[in-house]
Nanobody, 111 residues
């Protein structure tokens, strides 16, 4: 079965950076499109970024220029580098693949 395990969340001040990781198993990672989503308290889950098997990336307008998604097929891991963080980036961040979800990792940005 597919297993997605996120890590790297935490508390950071506005303007700071964090790098999230998602280790995947139970799927053929190099043939799977991957994505990061987030859900803030009281809000719907929203797409943050995606990366295709060919490395094509797509970002939500709210994170363009600040976040970078990447993948390491040898490690079956997808990353989300988050720079210039803002308080509105505070949310639980989820890794997604082929309809499966990880358990999420909390990111809190203080002002």
């Amino acid at each position: 079965q597919v297993r997605l395990v996120e890590s790297g969340g935490g508390l950071v001040q506005a303007g700071g950076s964090l790098r999230l990781s998602c280790a995947a198993s139970g799927l053929i990672f190099s043939f799977t499109n991957m994505g990061w989503h987030r859900q803030a308290p009281g809000k719907q889950r929203e797409l943050v970024a995606t990366i295709s098997v060919g490395g094509r990336t797509n970002y939500a307008d709210s994170v363009k220029g600040r976040f970078t998604i990447s993948r390491d097929n040898a490690k079956s891991t997808v990353y989300l580098q988050m720079n210039s963080l803002k308080p509105e980036d505070t949310a639980v961040y989820f890794c997604a693949a082929s309809g499966d979800w990880g358990q999420g990792t909390q990111v809190t940005v203080s002002s």
